[in-house]
Structure formats: C-alpha cells, structure tokens
C-alpha cells in the first residue's frame, strides 16, 4: 500500500493558526494512536487529511500524488466524526447505503453483525438513538468502508465500559482480517495502548512526538524514593508528582532532564505507561 504523507501542513481560523507546519507519514497496514489535549488540533488536522477543510500551507499525498480535489484518491480515506451533520431522519441502514453508494462494496454482512454486538436496532431513526449508540453506528461505518485510511476521531464518545470493549475487540477482528491503516485520536490512552503501533502527539499546535510506542515509553519515567535523594535531581525541571508521603516521593519527568545526572541506589527508576508519559511531555512549563 501506498504512504500518505503529509508535508509542512498549516491551518488558521480568523487569522488564528491552529496548525503549524506539521509533517508525517502514515505507512500502510498499521494502527497509530493521535494524542493531544482539548483544543490542540487533533480533529483540525483529520479533517485536513481529509480534504474535508482547505489548508493555507503544504501538501497531502498519496504515493506521489495529492489529493486535493481528487476523488479517486480521497475514496481511499474515510473519517469518523461523530460531529458530521445528517438530519437525523435517517435510519441506520440508510446511513449504510449513503457510504455504499460513496465508496463502493460495503460489507453490509458485516454491519448487520456489528449492530447485533452493539445493540443497534438497524430501523431506528438516528435521532432516535443515544450518544453512544451514535457512536457505534459510526463505528459500524468506519469498519465496513471500503478505505485504505480509516481516521478515528474519538472513536469512544459516549460508549460505556462495555461498549468500549465491543469496539476494541472489533478493531482487532477487523484489522486483522483485513489489513488496513487506522489513525485514533482519543483520551482514552491507556485502553488502547497494547493495539498501537505507532503515536503521534501534537501540542501548541505542532507534532510533538512521532514515532513507536516503545520510543515513547523511553521519553519519561518515574523516580521513587527518599525526597532528599529525588528532589534535588529534578530541581528546576519540569516534572509532576505522583505520589508526596512526607519523608518518599515519586515524581514522574521526562527522560532527558536527566541527562548527565547519577541516580543514587535508593533512588528507584520505574517505567511509566503511555498516559501518564504523554501527561509528562504535554505538561506546561
């Protein structure tokens, strides 16, 4: 399959810029995790991707190719927002025919089972139906497309615990039986940490971080021990507490306010999972 590569993107709103020169490549057949804070960009940017808003600055290809205003490209993406407008008169098997007609063979075979699993009365009106069943209607969606690049914008609104596991288990049935390449923007970090491959983080409106999630993970740790060993190691760092019990202290930091430094034996160095590495690196100074 094809990259898509996506070259110095930039994007204002009233003269506000919302993203700043942003550049990365999405590799075929994998599943990539997009994090970042409220408001940083993350769905700006999926839009963008998706030819869905112009952009001021780069370009966004596929293979040598933009895609642009090219329909036989951008067949190849599909986006799942749950803010895309539908009158919500529609039944939910009406919405399975509008993508079918869009972007051709829908597995509707596989919709049907789907809804069966999230509980979906396929005849109900979309109005008709919860937050969270809206969301896993567009889930539904976003599974039995016939795209190459599937980007997931909080894929999880609304859904409960159960849910949630529903949609996890299917992106990896899915994926598997048919390899694809999948973007997620979400919150929820750690529930999805072990099906990722890659991440990307965005925050003042650049990429922060792109690479493996085992790159990721070496970016911060935690330090645990007694205060008058730890604190003076991360004096006039960046850092956030995780734990303050009078005489011991753990605090998690990024990996390189480290450098240089020697770690006294009673001092602990543990690995941090991927939601609290990302609250370290996003942290404000």
Excluded: W
């Excluded at 069943?133 to 889930?139: D, P, Q, S, V, Y």
């Excluded at 003076?232 to 998690?252: C, F, M, T």
Aim: net charge positive; hydrophobic share 35%.
């Amino acid at each position: 399959m094809e990259n898509l590569s996506i070259k110095h993107l930039s994007k204002s709103y009233k003269g506000k810029k919302v993203i700043d020169d942003v550049s990365f490549n999405l590799s075929g057949n994998k599943i990539y995790g997009l994090f970042g804070r409220n408001g940083v960009g993350k769905s700006t940017l999926l839009n963008c991707v998706c030819d869905r808003l112009l952009i001021d600055k780069g370009n966004i290809c596929l293979g040598k190719d933009e895609i642009h205003n090219n329909d036989k490209l951008l067949h190849n993406l599909y986006l799942m927002n749950t803010d895309i407008s539908y009158s919500g008169r529609e039944k939910v098997t009406d919405l399975y025919r509008y993508v079918d007609i869009s972007y051709k063979k829908f597995n509707y075979e596989y919709a049907h089972l789907l809804a069966k699993k999230f509980g979906i009365d396929e005849k109900q009106k979309l109005k008709n139906l919860s937050t969270g069943l809206r969301t896993a209607t567009e889930i539904i969606l976003a599974f039995c497309v016939n795209a190459k690049f599937i980007l997931l914008d909080e894929p999880t609104l609304g859904l409960d615990a159960s849910l949630r596991n529903v949609f996890y288990q299917e992106l990896i049935k899915t994926y598997t039986k048919q390899p694809r390449t999948f973007v997620i923007a979400t919150h929820q970090i750690n529930e999805i940490q072990n099906l990722i491959e890659n991440v990307m983080i965005m925050k003042d409106r650049k990429l922060l971080f792109d690479g493996s999630v085992r790159e990721l993970q070496e970016k911060a740790i935690q330090l645990c021990g007694p205060k008058e060993l730890v604190l003076p190691l991360v004096r006039n760092k960046k850092y956030s507490i995780q734990y303050d019990l009078g005489k011991e202290v753990a605090i998690n930091i990024e990996t390189s306010e480290l450098e240089g430094k020697d770690i006294p034996n009673n001092v602990k160095v543990k690995p941090l999972d991927l939601q609290s590495v990302f609250t370290v690196l996003t942290m404000e100074e």
